[in-house]
Antibody, heavy 119, light 110 residues
């Protein structure tokens, strides 16, 4: 059974840092690209970042570029998101998701972890 | 405002059908396949349709997807109370190396 479990969320002050984790099991973690997607309160889904299956490439949404870093530990099946210089507009539920490949659809998602950035 | 435009809300009574539209352009829907996700608050988002009109195993055939030109649609037939959720269309953006999501459509079962 595929499981993606996010953790690391919490309430932090503007300008703070936070590290999110996504523990994966039941899927060939090291064979697929992985993404972070967020949902701010009252808004829709927003793509945040992607990392290639082997960690060789990372891409970011403009809104987080230079502040967030996506990484992965394939030996332990864990995805990370290091968030620095947090802003109130980063407040959201953060989800990790598996990219199925060529057609780039997300076939497995976690339930998310809430990040609240207080001003 | 998202590049992919969805009507903010839709509703129906149990057993009815609901159609959700997603409007884009030749740069996105017109040149990429469309995927649809269902998101119930507090739950993991769920893939409903991939590649315009393909259902993953386990998704009931009450859900169907279609695309014509620069618009796509998700149809839900035989509406059930547990279909109450937010629905998002998405297409891959090669320049972004990530997906574009529609703004979402909240479906209410009356």
């Amino acid at each position: 059974q595929v499981r993606l479990v996010e953790s690391g969320g919490g309430v932090v002050q503007t300008g703070s840092s936070l590290r999110l984790s996504c523990d994966a099991s039941g899927l060939m973690f090291n064979a697929y690209a992985m993404h972070w997607v967020r949902r701010p309160p009252g808004k829709g889904l927003q793509w945040v970042a992607v990392i290639w299956y082997d960690g060789s490439h990372q891409y970011y949404a403009d809104s987080v570029k230079g502040r967030f870093t996506i990484s992965r530990d394939n030996s332990n099946s864990v995805l990370y998101l290091d968030m620095n210089t947090l802003r109130p507009e980063d407040t959201a539920v953060y989800f990790c998701a598996r990219d199925r490949g060529n057609s780039h659809y997300f076939d497995h998602w976690g339930r998310g972890t809430l990040v609240t950035v207080a001003s | 405002q998202s590049v992919l435009v969805q009507t903010p809300s839709a509703s129906g009574t149990p057993g009815q059908s609901v159609n959700i539209s997603c409007s884009g352009s030749s740069a996105n829907i017109g040149s990429q396949t469309v995927n649809w996700y269902q998101q119930v608050p507090g739950m993991a988002p769920k893939l409903l349709i991939f590649g315009d009109d393909h259902r993953p195993s386990g998704v009931p055939d009450r859900f169907s997807g279609s695309k014509s030109g620069t618009s796509a649609s998700l149809a839900i037939s035989g509406l059930r109370s547990d279909d109450e959720a937010e629905y998002y269309c998405a297409v891959w953006d090669d320049s972004l190396n990530g997906p574009l999501f529609g703004g979402g459509t909240k479906v209410t079962v009356l």
